[in-house]
């Protein structure tokens, strides 16, 4: 039986903040994750953003691997809501 992770925090508008920092849209973010087989359109992408849609970790880690930042970045300011 398969056991899913139930997402009662959102980390999009950490998403949202890393990606503007990098200087990229959804769309340039989206092709670079494709690139390394990760198969997310650009209106998945922005429901993770927006907090509609859960995002994958092995998406998480590709991510940190793009922005070559730590996993923590991810969850800043979280605790605090």
């Known amino acids: ?12 508008k950490n998403l949202r903040r890393l990606r503007e920092k990098f200087g990229l849209s959804q769309e340039k ?13 650009r209106s998945t992408y922005a429901k993770y953003e927006n907090g509609e849609l859960n995002i994958r970790i092995s998406v998480l880690m590709e991510l940190k691997k793009i922005y070559n930042c730590s996993y923590d970045e991810f969850f800043d300011d979280l605790d605090s809501h």
């Not at 994750?33 to 198969?39: A, H, K, S, V, Y």
């Open 1 to 12: 039986m398969e056991q899913k992770l139930k997402c009662d925090v959102y980390i999009g």
């Open 29 to 41: 973010l989206c092709a670079e994750l494709q690139c390394r087989n990760c198969d997310i359109g």
